[in-house]
């Protein structure tokens, strides 16, 4: 690998307090970030710069926003969301708040994308759902995992066509795999059907100039919505602890 594209992607100098002070810490990219991709996994050539001014980082990346030491999922909305994700998720939100939805609906619209804002795209429905599901009702959990495969069948008695933006994204020949219809068939006949399907209907991507709506206007019904631990996300020995802290420090080498 190019040795200055290493440096420069992968190995942050030295800083001068924090956890590994006075070393230069060496980010190893997630293999499922780099998987497939034409970026060289530079495993090797960071292995290889391993010595006693090089060690491979864990803790807090001061490249990312410093977090409390007791998370909440605002913590994480305004701190760990990527750009788009976040925008989308907030004008979702706002949009089913605006026409009155009920705040289940609200939260599920708020969460859907969770998982691909902050932790990992591929079947992101079923990721966010279980990040989300000891701390939110069966009903929302539910409805993040099926708005996944929801999407890619339309039902016109609900107002749902098959996304534009999908033929955009996937091209317009683009078949979803078995696993995908087979949900959908079986959530369609579900009683939470009606929430995954809001969550759908306001699955609307924004790429215009109107501000992104500030996460404080959703306080209230997180309050009442989301059971936040008292050691914080990630802190709370919940099963899916894990997930949080993978959000919060998403460079540990282990
Ligand atoms: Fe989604
Ligand atoms: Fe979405």
């Known amino acids: ?17 924090g956890p590994q002070a006075g070393r230069a ?11 497939g991709t034409g970026i060289d996994n530079p495993e090797p050539d ?26 909440t999922l605002l913590d994480f909305l305004k701190h760990r969301m990527q750009g788009i994700t ?12 605006e026409d009155g939805r009920d705040e289940t609906i609200v939260m599920a619209c708020l969460l859907h994308d969770i998982s691909n804002g902050c932790l990992i795209r591929s079947d992101h429905g079923y990721w966010g759902a ?15 995992q099926y708005h996944q495969c929801l999407r890619y069948v339309a039902d016109e008695a609900e107002g749902y066509a098959y996304p534009e933006s999908y033929n955009r994204f996937f091209g317009p020949d683009y078949v979803p795999p078995d696993y995908i219809r087979k949900d959908a068939e079986f959530a369609r006949t579900h009683r ?10 306001y699955d609307i991507y924004f790429f215009d100039d109107s501000p992104t709506p500030d996460p404080d ?9 989301f059971r936040n631990p008292e ?18 420090w998403p460079n540990n080498l282990l």
């Open 192 to 201: 939470w059907y009606g929430t995954a399907r809001a969550v759908t209907l």
């Open 130 to 144: 279980q990040m989300l599901a000891p701390y939110v009702s069966e009903e929302v959990a539910w409805a993040v």
């Open 46 to 71: 960071l292995l290889a710069r391993m010595d006693a001014d090089h060690v491979f980082m864990m803790g807090d990346n001061p490249a990312l926003p410093p977090m409390p030491a007791r998370p």
């Open 86 to 97: 976040i925008r989308h998720l907030l004008t979702s939100a706002t949009k089913a708040l």
């Open 217 to 225: 206007i959703f306080a209230d019904i997180i309050g009442r919505n």
């Open 25 to 35: 810490r060496m980010l190893m990219p997630a293999p499922v970030g780099i998987a």
């Open 1 to 17: 690998m190019d040795s200055e594209f290493l440096e420069q992607a992968f190995i942050q100098p030295p800083q001068a307090d």
């Open 231 to 248: 050691e914080g996300l990630g802190f709370d020995g919940s099963p899916v602890a894990h997930m949080w802290r993978t959000a919060i």
